[in-house]
């Protein structure tokens, strides 16, 4: 299990890959359960930033190895990565961000803003950014969903690669 999860150096098959994301979601779900319990607590807080590393280094290692069984390096799964941050700042700027930013930036810093006026102008950038959050959970998820699908079901590379032996 530590080298599925925690190791990205080598090649995977399928099957194994399969078996590797069904483990990520798996630790994912109870993950979310036990940080929405602690969430307001600082062993919740230490705990989400384990989580961080770990969802990083599995996602690594699974899908990494299953790129290096394709002869396709990591670069793929690091682009996935940025642009999913990318769509995630640019839905935060269309639905409010910029606003929000903007709003805050005619007060100076040593300037003490009325708890009222902080409290207004969430609000108004919270109403903006649940319009946004749907579109862009469907977006994301189409997007990863379609990017583990490749993975999964497309063939290895029959023949050493420089990740490693090709095993049957």
């Known amino acids: 299990m530590i080298k599925l999860f925690l190791n990205p150096v080598g090649r995977m098959g399928r099957r194994d890959f399969w078996i590797g994301f069904s483990g990520f979601v798996v630790f ?3 993950m ?3 940080l929405d319990r602690l969430s307001d607590s600082l ?3 230490f705990l989400s930033l384990i989580y961080l590393v770990l969802v990083f280094q599995i996602l690594y290692s699974v899908y990494g190895k299953r790129l290096h069984d394709m002869g396709r390096s990591l670069w793929f ?5 940025a642009l999913t941050l990318i769509l995630v700042i640019v839905v935060m700027m269309m639905f409010g961000g910029a606003e929000y930013f903007s709003e805050f930036a005619q007060y100076d810093r040593k300037e003490d803003i009325d708890p009222a ?13 649940q319009q946004g959050t ?12 379609a990017f583990t699908l490749w993975l999964g079901l497309s063939k290895p590379q029959a023949k050493d690669n420089q990740y490693g032996p090709y095993s049957t």
């Open 117 to 129: 006026e902080i409290e207004r102008i969430q609000t108004a950038y919270q109403n903006r950014l």
């Open 134 to 145: 749907l579109p862009l959970k469907y977006l994301l998820y189409g997007l990863w969903a």
């Open 32 to 34: 979310q359960i036990i």
């Open 28 to 30: 994912v779900f109870v």
């Open 77 to 81: 799964l690091t682009g996935m990565i």
């Open 43 to 45: 062993v919740g807080f």
